[in-house]
């Protein structure tokens, strides 16, 4: 157990329907960053909160949000799914930031069908 | 751009024998640099990491080397084992609140 906790493992949901995917960051980690990993596909950065306010965002569709919540845990918002938003979904998260390294959450399974 | 490459796609070993990993990286001004392991349906899994001022690394059987001059890390395992079986992904930071990911290596051990 890395001490990231995501929830849930798995998600089966239709396209164009919203999801939304939590994370619980490791005691005393600020910082929470969300990655996608698509089959077979290396980690793309989605964005970033540090102790409730956005500090970074990458290629993340207008069509996903998140948000840190005051006891530090944070949510993926999914809207109008697409079936190539099937993916894995990683949360991470670090105390110093990322020259420190992250310890990962074991993802969401998000299948669209 | 943000670019961390892998040379190998795939690697196969024989149990007991070391295996390299290679990733190239394009920034210079990266200076910290992380190895990650990805076991099947897991998240991944911090395994050594190297700050720009060192060339070589080492913990439990891995060894991180770092060339700056050509751009260029690797990760070599020691007797390499079927539970080391993954993929490994480098890493790099270039102070900022991201880490920019490789592709990755799917390293295979066989009997």
């Known amino acids: 157990d890395s001490g990231v906790t995501q929830t849930p493992k798995h998600l089966i949901t239709a396209t164009g329907q919203r999801v939304t995917l939590r994370c619980s960051p490791r005691?005393?980690?600020?910082?929470v960053y969300w990655y996608q990993q698509s089959l077979d596909q290396g980690l793309q950065f989605l964005i970033q909160?540090?102790?409730?306010?956005?500090?970074a965002k990458g290629n993340i569709l207008e069509r996903f949000s998140a948000q840190q919540f005051p006891d530090l845990h944070s949510e993926l918002n999914l809207s109008s799914l697409e079936l190539g938003d099937s993916a894995l979904y990683f949360c991470?998260?670090?105390?110093?930031?990322?020259?420190?390294?992250?310890?990962f959450g074991s993802g969401t399974r998000l299948t669209v069908v | 751009g943000e670019s961390v490459g892998l040379h190998l796609p795939t690697l196969s070993v024989q149990e007991g024998d070391n295996s390299i990993i290679n990733c190239a990286y394009s920034?210079?001004?990266?200076?910290?640099f992380i190895w990650y392991k990805q076991e099947s349906g897991k998240g991944p899994q911090f395994i050594i990491d190297i700050r720009s001022n060192m060339d070589k690394r080492q913990g439990q059987r891995v060894t991180v080397l770092l060339n700056k001059t050509v751009k260029h890390l690797s990760l070599q395992i020691a007797a390499t084992q079927p539970g080391d079986s993954a993929v490994y992904f480098c890493a790099e930071n270039i102070n900022t609140d991201k880490l920019i990911f490789g592709t990755g290596t799917r390293l295979q051990v066989f009997p």
């Open positions: 005691s005393g980690d600020l910082s």
């Open positions: 909160y540090y102790n409730g306010e956005e500090r």
């Open positions: 991470a998260s670090s105390e110093q930031g990322a020259g420190y390294g992250y310890t």
């Open positions: 920034n210079s001004a990266s200076d910290y």
